[in-house]
Nanobody, 115 residues
Framework: QVQLVESGGGLVQAGGSLRLSCAASGSIFSINAMGWYRQAPGKQRESVAVITSGGSTNYADSVKGRFTISRDNAKNTVYLQMNSLKPEDTAVYYC?????????WGQGTQVTVSS
C-alpha cells in the first residue's frame, strides 16, 4: 500500500500562485509515476500533470506554461507549482501514484481561484 497526503490548497485571487505538496509513504518502491489530477463540480476527474520515475513530465494543455510538477526523492514528495491561476482552475486536486497495476489516491485538497 501507498499512502498519499496532499497539502497546500486554499483560496487565491486570479493571477496568483499556489504550491501543492504530496507526501508519499508506505510501499513506495517501484512507483512508476506520480501525478496530479483535478475534479471540478459536475465534471470528470482530469489529469493535470504527471512525472515518471525517469523524470519525464506531461501536462494538460490547459496548464502548460503555468504549472510545473517536480519531485524531491529524498523526501518522497511531489510538488505542483501553480502560477497565473485562473477561476477555471478551481477544483479539488488529487495526488496519484501508479505502481502498475495498482493506482493510489490521496484525499484531495481544494483549490479555489476567485475572479
Amino acid at each position: 500500500q501507498v499512502q498519499l497526503v496532499e497539502s497546500g490548497g486554499g483560496l487565491v485571487q486570479a493571477g496568483g500562485s499556489l504550491r501543492l505538496s504530496c507526501a508519499a509513504s508506505g510501499s513506495i518502491f517501484s512507483i512508476n509515476a506520480m501525478g496530479w489530477y483535478r475534479q471540478a463540480p459536475g465534471k470528470q476527474r482530469e489529469s493535470v500533470a504527471v512525472i515518471t520515475s525517469g523524470g519525464s513530465t506531461n501536462y494538460a494543455d490547459s496548464v502548460k506554461g503555468r504549472f510545473t510538477i517536480s519531485r524531491d526523492n529524498a523526501k518522497n514528495t511531489v510538488y505542483l507549482q501553480m502560477n497565473s491561476l485562473k477561476p477555471e482552475d478551481t477544483a479539488v486536486y488529487y495526488c496519484n501514484a501508479r505502481r502498475v497495476p495498482a493506482s493510489y489516491w490521496g484525499q484531495g485538497t481544494q483549490v479555489t481561484v476567485s475572479s
